[in-house]
């Protein structure tokens, strides 16, 4: 799959468990179980799917997945398996950790920042010697200073040691100086998450984040309990499923355990899941 002279890939980093219910919030379980099943602790399985762009002289990372710094305990809660650490994801693409150029981090949450660094000697250093990494102002704020609702999902130890290397550019808005790939923005997660859209001739590609992590999440009123404010999510999910309809955008679902990417369309019930898209 190419879009605006970047080649795309999927990069699979890990797989984890999280549970269903919050995962999918007020939906009952009888009608999401239908789309992911769960298993006897009521946790459903995720993947968690960085985007791999290649063109343009540059080797972009979308997202790092969970990283391979939790204890056993750690990796014990959230059920993590099959982790790889990041050089061994790349080389299945003939790529080293030393060789990508941008990491964009759609937020600061662990299970999509934690492979930004990584142990040595005890110390958290960056996982990508020459790469400038981004992330939002906003973002990095609210990383900063969490609420007690939220405050465990970041870490310093995925973005401090940029800050410290110079490494970190923190973006004010839509100004992402790559060309071809926009940003969209979603604050019902968490403050500041940003989309990387990136433009083809026919069309585009949306990195969703945990806007719609899943394909199961597409309908409208399914969202997760982790959200901060589910009535934003759902207006900003409205917002871009209708331009993904009109736009002929391709949607690439980090969460999801099968599918990576899809087209949406109109359906009876609203927008739905059209095309599965095969990524490689």
């Keep these: 799959m190419e879009f605006g002279g970047y080649r795309c890939?999927?990069?699979e980093m890990c797989d984890f468990l999280l549970d269903g219910g919050a995962m999918f919030g007020v939906v009952p379980k009888p009608l999401w179980e239908k789309k992911i099943a769960s298993d006897d602790k009521n946790r459903i399985p995720l993947k968690a799917?960085?985007?791999?762009l290649r063109g343009n002289g540059r080797n972009i990372l979308v997202d790092t997945g969970c990283g391979t710094k939790f204890s056993d305990k750690e990796l014990a809660i959230y059920g993590v398996t099959s982790t790889r650490s990041p050089d061994q994801a790349l080389s299945d693409f003939g790529l080293s950790t030393a060789e990508i150029t941008d990491v964009i981090l759609t937020h600061l949450h662990f299970d999509?920042?934690?492979?930004?660094?990584?142990?040595?000697?005890?110390?958290a250093v960056p996982t990508f010697p020459n790469a400038t990494y981004y992330t939002q102002k906003r973002q990095l704020n609210w990383a900063k200073h969490p609420t007690l609702r939220d405050r465990a999902s970041f870490f310093a130890e995925n973005w401090a040691p940029m800050e410290e290397s110079g490494q970190l550019t923190v973006l004010d808005g839509n100004t992402l100086p790559i060309d071809g790939i926009d940003l969209l923005f979603s604050d019902g997660h968490t403050c500041g998450q940003q989309l990387p859209l990136i433009h083809g001739e026919e069309g585009a590609l949306l990195y969703c984040g945990d806007l719609i992590p899943t394909s199961a999440h597409i309908p409208v009123p399914w969202h997760m309990g982790y959200d901060n404010q589910p009535l934003l999510i759902?207006?900003?999910?409205?917002?871009v499923l209708k331009q993904a309809v009109a736009g002929n955008w391709t949607l690439f679902f980090e969460h999801d355990p099968a599918i990576a990417a899809a087209t949406v369309k109109e359906g009876r019930k609203g927008i739905e899941r059209d095309r599965v898209v095969e990524i490689l």
């Design 234 to 239: 759902m207006s900003e999910k409205e917002n």
């Design 112 to 123: 999509h920042a934690g492979g930004t660094t990584f142990l040595k000697d005890g110390k």
């Design 49 to 52: 799917r960085s985007l791999l």
């Design 9 to 11: 890939h999927g990069v």
